[in-house]
Every structure is written in structure tokens, then in C-alpha cells.
Nanobody, 119 residues
């Protein structure tokens, strides 16, 4: 099938930076989009950033100007560069890959990686 392995999370001070990576492997066909979500305890899962196969990007308002999503098609990997981190960015971050099927789309999810922003 398809597996997504995330890495790059950890502890960082406010104002610091982290780069998350998500590598996809398995039966990968046509990728329509790659996304990053986050979910804090007791909170709803929210979209952070997305990038299409053509390279178009979209960001949630709360990360615009601070986060950058990118991808390496040769490695089937999506990245999230996080700068100027705030304590409210503390969350579990999940990557998502959307594959186009003959009759629609199928989503695959990473295992999640913890990001903690604290002094």
C-alpha cells in the first residue's frame, strides 16, 4: 500500500525553527496534493498548508509568512519549514498525501510528529 513516515519534530524555543519531513513509499500513482495538518489535545484537526502536484501552495491564516511548504517529487517527500515558532504552534503535525484514483481520490496519513515550542 502507501506509507508515510514523518520526521523532524522536537522541542524548540519560541522564535526558533524546525523543518518537518514526510516521505511517501509504496504503491504511489498520481499525487494530486500533499498537505500538513496539526491537532492539539482536545482540539480539532486543522489544515496548516497544502501543495499541489503543480507546485501551487495554500496556507492557513495562522501560519502565513512563517511556514513554507515544499516538496521533492523525486523523493516523494513533502516538507514544512516552520520559522518564528510560537507556543501556540505546539501540536502533533500530520502529513497527508492525496492520490488520484479512477473514480476519485484516496488520502493517506503519516503517523504524526510532536512539535513543542517552549522556553
Amino acid at each position: 500500500q502507501v506509507q508515510l513516515v514523518e520526521s523532524g519534530g522536537g522541542l524548540v524555543q519560541p522564535g526558533g525553527s524546525l523543518r518537518l519531513s514526510c516521505a511517501a513509499s509504496g504503491s504511489i500513482y498520481s499525487i494530486s496534493a500533499m498537505r500538513w495538518y496539526r491537532q492539539a489535545p482536545g482540539e480539532e484537526r486543522e489544515l496548516v498548508a497544502a501543495i499541489t502536484s503543480d507546485g501551487f501552495t495554500n496556507y492557513a491564516d495562522f501560519v502565513k509568512g512563517r511556514f513554507t511548504i515544499s516538496r521533492d517529487n523525486a523523493k516523494n517527500t513533502v516538507y514544512l519549514q516552520m520559522n518564528s515558532l510560537k507556543s501556540e504552534d505546539t501540536s502533533v503535525y500530520y502529513c497527508n498525501v492525496e492520490l488520484r484514483r479512477y473514480d476519485g481520490y484516496t488520502d493517506y496519513w503519516g503517523q504524526g510528529t510532536q512539535v513543542t515550542v517552549s522556553s
